[in-house]
C-alpha cells in the first residue's frame, strides 16, 4: 500500500479503499501470486490473519505501516473459498476474533468467518442502459419503485433446504413479474452481510459483503444486468449511520471506540440497539464513502436510498441523553458534513445516480444542492405525505370532510424538495396493518378504497414507491419470515385489484403529465381543493408541452355524486382514461362515462367546464380527446 494511499486514507479521502483494504489478490515482489491482508486498527497490540491457510490460533502476524493505523501481510497460501477472520490484540493485552470489515464474502451466519474472495471480473452486457441512463433527466423521467425484501418475496418450495431464493434463481422470478406489472426500478431492503433476519438486514456486520443468504457477490451482478436487459433500474438500501453492535463485527474493534464516536452516549444508538458511525472521523469518512461507490461501481446500481438521515444530522434524533453543538442548537454539524461529502463525491462520479435520503422531519434543502448549503440529495422520501394520507384513508368516511386538510396540506409544500411518495415497508408491520387491511369498511369498500389511495398517489406530483404485497391487496401485514400471500390471488378481488396496479402503471409511464414536471409548480393546477362536504377533489396534471394534461377527480367516500362539474382548459371532448370503479378492476361501473363535451360556463378558474358522475369512493382520470385553442408545436 503507497504512502499516497494510506495519506489519503488517514484524510478521510481514500474513496476506491475497498481495492487495497482487506483481502484482496496480489502477486509479490518475487512474483508470486497470493493474497494481501490490510486491517485498520489504530490501536491495536497486534494483528493476526487466522484461518484455514494458517493457524487459527496464532495465525499470520501482520505488521503496522508507521502511524497509519494499518497492518499488513501478504500469503502466498491463502486460495479462493478458504475461511479467516482477524485476531486483534488489544491495548490491553485482550485477544479477540473480528470479522474483517472489508471481506466481500462470509460464511451464512450464525457462521461469521471471511471467505478468501477476489473481486469479480464480471461481464457486463449493460452499455445501453447506462448509456441511456446518462441521457435522460430522471427529474422528468417516470419512477415507480417496487420495495423488495429479497428474503421474503418468495421462499424456495422445491424441498431444498434452502431458506432463500439465491439471486440468480430471483432473476428468473421477480424481473419477469416486475417488468409484467409496470414498475420501472427495484429498491431492496439492505443486502449486505447480517446476522439477525429480523433486522431486516439494517444492521450490517459486513458492508462490502453480500449477504451469504441471497448467494454470491457475482450472482448480485448478473441479476442487476439482467435488470437492465429487462429496463428496470436496481436501488439499494444504504445503512451509514449506525452498524451491529455485536462484539464479533466493527464494534470497538481495536479495543476503543474505533468506527463509533468515543463518547458512550453518542455512539449508542438507544432507539435501535445499534452504534453509531464516528462521522466526525477521516478514516470512516474513507470507509463508508468508499462502500457507497463499492455498491455503485461494482453493481452497477442506478441509486441507493441512504437510511435513518435524520439520526445522522440531529444530535437529539434518538432516545436518550444528548449534548447540544457549540452554537446550542441540536444539528450534528459531523453529520451534515459527512452527508454533504458523500453525495458530493458520488454526483461527481456519477451525475445520473439516485441519491434518496429516508429523511423524517423539515430540515430544510436535503434535496438542494451542497453548494447552496443543501445536503445535496437528488430525492427524499415524503414522510409527511404519507403519515396525513394513511391517517385519512383509515378513517371512516363519516368524518373525513372533517380532516380533509390532511389530503390538501402536502399542497403546500409540495415542490419544496424533490420528493418520492412513499408506501414502504414501514407502514405494513409492528401492527400497522397492511395497506388494504387499514381501509375501513367490508371486503369490497377496502378494496375500493386502496384503489383510491393508489390513483391518488400515481396522480399526486412526486416519485412513487410502493412495497411488495401492495399490488396484490394482501391481508395479513408483512412477516419477513414467510413469503408475500400469493394465494390471495386466488381471490377474484385481489386479482382484478393486481390488474388495476399494472394498468395504473402503465397509464403513469405513458403519459407525460403524470412524471415530467413533478418539481415543479407547472405540473399542477389545483382546481378545488376546498369541496370538503362532498371530499371531492380536483386538479389538473401538466406536462412540459401544453396539450400533455390529464384532469383528475377523486371522490374520499363512498357516495356516488351526480352532475360534477370540473373547469378544464380547453374546448372540446374529453373522455374517460381511467375509472377505478370499473368492474375490470372490481368495481361496479360496468361501462365507461360518455364523452365529455365542454360547456362554455367556466368553472374552477378554467374557461370552460365538463360534467361527470363521481363514483363512490373513486379516482376519475380524464384526458383530451379532441381540443381547440391547441396549436401544433406549442
Not at 72 to 84: K, L, R, V
Amino acid at each position: 500500500m503507497s504512502e499516497a494511499d494510506t495519506y489519503l486514507f488517514n484524510t478521510g479521502s481514500h474513496f476506491q479503499s475497498y481495492q487495497l483494504m482487506g483481502c484482496q489478490f496480489a502477486v509479490d515482489g518475487r512474483g508470486k501470486e497470493g493474497f494481501s491482508f490490510r486491517v485498520w486498527a489504530p490501536n491495536a497490540r497486534g494483528i493476526a490473519i487466522v484461518g484455514d491457510f494458517c493457524d487459527w490460533d496464532a495465525g499470520m502476524k501482520l505488521r503496522k505501516i508507521g502511524e497509519t493505523g494499518i497492518w499488513e501481510g501478504f500469503s502466498t497460501d491463502a486460495e479462493p473459498g478458504q475461511h479467516y477472520k482477524v485476531l486483534v490484540e488489544d491495548a490491553n493485552g485482550h485477544r479477540k476474533l473480528k470479522m474483517d470489515p472489508y471481506a466481500l464474502a462470509f460464511e451464512t451466519r450464525p457462521k461469521d468467518a471471511a471467505v478468501v474472495t477476489k473481486l469479480p471480473d464480471f461481464k457486463w452486457s449493460d452499455g445501453r442502459w447506462m448509456a441511456k441512463r446518462k441521457r435522460k433527466s430522471v427529474y422528468q423521467a417516470p419512477l415507480n419503485i417496487y420495495e423488495v425484501h429479497a428474503g421474503s418475496w418468495r421462499k424456495p418450495k422445491d424441498g431444498r433446504d434452502a431458506e432463500f431464493y439465491t439471486f440468480s434463481e430471483l432473476a428468473e422470478t421477480l424481473i419477469p413479474y416486475v417488468a409484467e406489472m409496470g414498475f420501472t426500478h427495484i429498491e431492496f431492503m439492505p443486502l449486505m452481510e447480517h446476522p439477525l433476519d429480523a433486522s431486516w438486514g439494517y444492521q450490517i456486520t459486513g458492508y462490502y459483503a453480500l449477504s451469504a443468504r441471497y448467494g454470491s457477490l457475482e450472482d448480485f451482478m448478473g441479476f442487476v444486468d439482467a435488470c437492465h436487459a429487462a429496463n428496470i433500474g436496481v436501488i439499494m438500501d444504504w445503512v451509514p449511520g449506525h452498524f451491529c453492535r455485536n462484539d464479533n463485527a466493527l464494534s470497538y474493534f481495536d479495543g476503543t471506540p474505533q468506527f463509533e464516536y468515543w463518547k458512550s452516549f453518542q455512539a449508542d444508538n438507544v432507539r435501535w440497539g445499534t452504534l453509531n458511525f464516528d462521522l466526525s472521523k477521516a478514516e470512516v469518512h474513507s470507509f463508508l464513502i468508499s462502500n457507497a461507490l463499492f455498491w455503485i461501481e461494482m453493481c452497477h446500481l442506478d441509486g441507493l436510498r441512504v437510511d435513518a438521515v435524520s439520526a445522522m444530522i440531529y444530535l437529539d434524533y434518538d432516545d436518550g441523553y444528548w449534548e447540544a453543538n457549540e452554537d446550542g442548537g441540536n444539528v450534528n454539524k459531523a453529520g451534515v458534513a459527512f452527508v454533504q461529502k458523500l453525495n458530493t463525491e458520488v454526483f461527481k462520479r456519477y451525475p445520473d445516480m439516485l441519491m434518496i435520503a429516508e429523511e423524517s422531519t423539515a430540515y430544510p434543502g436535503v434535496t438542494m444542492p451542497v453548494d447552496t448549503n443543501g445536503l445535496g440529495f437528488n430525492y427524499k422520501w415524503n414522510m409527511g405525505w404519507m403519515n396525513d394520507i394513511l391517517k385519512f384513508f383509515e378513517m371512516d368516511p363519516l368524518f373525513r370532510k372533517d380532516h380533509f386538510n390532511l389530503v390538501t396540506f402536502s399542497f403546500m409544500y409540495m415542490f419544496k424538495e424533490n420528493y418520492i411518495l412513499a408506501l414502504s415497508h414501514d407502514e405494513v408491520v409492528h401492527g400497522k396493518k397492511s395497506m388494504m387491511h387499514k381501509m375501513p369498511g367490508d371486503r369490497y369498500n377496502q378494496f375500493a378504497g386502496i384503489r383510491t389511495l393508489e390513483a391518488f398517489l400515481m396522480t399526486h406530483p412526486g416519485k412513487k414507491l410502493n412495497f411488495m404485497g401492495n399490488e396484490t391487496g394482501q391481508f395479513l401485514e408483512w412477516k419477513f419470515a414467510e413469503e408475500l400471500e400469493w394465494t390471495d390471488l386466488e381471490q377474484d378481488l385481489n386479482h382484478q385489484y393486481q390488474f388495476f396496479v399494472r394498468t395504473l402503471n402503465e397509464i403513469y409511464v405513458e403519459h407525460r403529465a403524470l412524471f415530467e414536471l413533478d418539481h415543479d409548480p407547472a405540473g399542477m393546477a389545483i382546481l378545488d381543493a376546498d369541496n370538503r362536504d362532498e371530499s371531492l377533489l380536483t386538479f389538473i396534471r401538466q406536462g412540459v408541452k401544453p396539450r400533455d394534461f390529464l384532469i383528475v377527480a377523486c371522490n374520499f367516500v363512498p357516495v356516488e355524486r351526480q352532475r360534477v362539474r370540473i373547469g378544464v382548459p380547453y374546448e372540446g371532448i374529453y373522455e374517460e382514461l381511467l375509472n377505478t370503479e370499473s368492474h375490470d378492476f372490481g368495481g361496479t361501473w360496468h361501462v365507461a362515462q360518455p364523452e365529455m363535451r365542454t360547456s362554455h360556463e367556466g368553472h374552477n378558474g378554467q374557461a370552460y367546464s365538463i360534467e361527470v358522475i363521481m363514483p363512490a369512493m373513486s379516482v376519475l382520470i380524464i384526458k383530451p380527446k379532441r381540443i381547440k385553442g391547441y396549436k401544433k408545436g406549442r
